[in-house]
């Protein structure tokens, strides 16, 4: 590389160091369940979104290696080719069939899913109204598009409506939102966006890769919980949260499956999933739709935020398994994660560009595999951090 793009890639990396902002892989000796080997230190793990502790589930990775022992290592090709193993369209029907939609397609990410859906259904002359705070994915997506871009304030449906109204006359337009925001553990006005949809022939799109597995019936996510599946256009779930396992689907009609099957490239040129993950899946599924697991990690949450409100201290709007501690400035945010794991846990400082300018924080999720006794001695921690740098 010549020293052109060294200084370039240099100046940038040193930025960075002075801002607080560098980022370094961490190298995990062992995860065990709750608890994390992080530099050959154990430390109890409130950084996974393994929200329902299935990672390590036997029953789950032994599904998985009976599916793999039957039909090999890899898919070996992209669907359309020699990829779509008759597994595929068992836990394709069996997942729209626990999400109530008429059909369900599998990609290989919650990445890929989402660029691929927003990058095939519009393209110039066409809108996307996305709120602010939506994963990085859904904004790839929309930039893929090529469709303009309408960004509306985080949760804000009187905004939204304006802009819905400013457009009125755009024929091609899709409403996208998370329906639990990953870095502020909020909720999307979900009901409301859905009824700006239907009034102005938007086509709504929901993202439910951190809802998925913890709210509504069977852990069907919250769309279902809110009586609102016949009204969402596209569902998205991701399987690498709570399921414990890889990968994603798109949940929609039978026309809308088709369309994608037939149109949108992260699907058609992607080799297919290995056999092993579809098996681990299905277990999956099954584990979710019967024990109920969500309500638990939900009710641990709640006490959690419940204990730092009463100490002043930020945690954003969080109503789910998610409690953001916001902390402000990026050196605050990476000295309350080492204050964190000195005292034997581990959850990371989530810096810009994830999160805002001046709205850096520590990130902390919920696990059904969490006991009390151990959130109780975490937010005793946070709280002792907040005394020491006089926060509170």
Not at 255 to 271: A, D, E, G, K, Q
Not at 281 to 301: C, F, H
Request: charged residues 25%.
């Amino acid at each position: 590389m010549n020293n052109k793009w060294n200084e370039i890639l240099n100046k940038d990396l040193c930025d960075k160091k002075v801002n607080d902002s560098y980022r370094e892989l961490r190298i995990i000796n062992e995860i065990n369940g709750k608890f994390i080997t992080l530099d050959n230190k154990t430390l109890i793990n409130f950084a996974s979104n393994d929200y329902l502790g299935l990672s390590n589930d036997r029953r789950i990775i032994d599904a998985g290696k009976e599916y793999a022992e039957e039909w090999g290592a890899g898919s070996g090709a992209s669907r359309l080719v020699t990829g779509t193993l008759k597994p595929f369209i068992d836990i394709e029907e069996k997942i729209a069939g626990w999400i109530g939609k008429q059909k369900a397609l599998f990609f290989n990410s919650g990445y890929h899913a989402n660029i691929g859906i927003l990058s095939v259904l519009v393209a110039r002359n066409s809108v996307i109204f996305t709120d602010k705070l939506n994963h990085a994915s859904i904004y790839d997506g929309c930039l893929l598009s090529r469709a303009e871009i309408v960004r509306y304030p985080h949760r804000d449906v009187k905004a939204l409506k304006k802009l819905l109204y400013k457009h009125k006359d755009i024929d091609k337009k899709i409403i996208i939102t998370d329906s639990v925001f990953s870095m502020e553990g909020d909720i999307s006005p979900l009901r409301e966006i859905i009824d700006l949809a239907k009034e102005y022939d938007g086509l709504a799109v929901v993202d439910e890769a951190h809802s998925i597995g913890i709210f509504g019936k069977e852990g069907t996510g919250l769309a279902n919980e809110l009586n609102l599946m016949d009204e969402v256009d596209i569902i998205m779930g991701t399987l690498g949260k709570a399921f414990g396992v890889f990968g994603a689907f798109i949940a929609g009609s039978d026309l809308m499956i088709s369309y994608l099957v037939n149109n949108c490239r992260p699907f058609i040129f992607t080799t297919a999933l290995p056999p092993f993950v579809i098996g681990a899946v299905s277990k999956a599924l099954d584990i979710i739709s019967k024990e109920n697991r969500g309500i638990n990690v939900l009710k641990k949450a709640e006490r959690f935020r419940d204990t730092l409100k009463n100490n002043n201290i930020d945690i954003g709007d969080s109503a789910t398994q998610i409690v953001p501690i916001i902390v402000g400035s990026n050196g605050n945010a990476v000295s309350l994660m080492n204050h964190l794991k000195e005292n034997g846990f581990f959850a990371p400082a989530i810096r810009p560009p994830t999160v805002p300018v001046n709205k850096s924080r520590v990130r902390i999720s919920f696990s059904y595999l969490h006991d009390e006794d151990e959130i109780e001695r975490l937010a005793a921690v946070i709280i002792d951090w907040f005394k020491k740098v006089r926060m509170i």
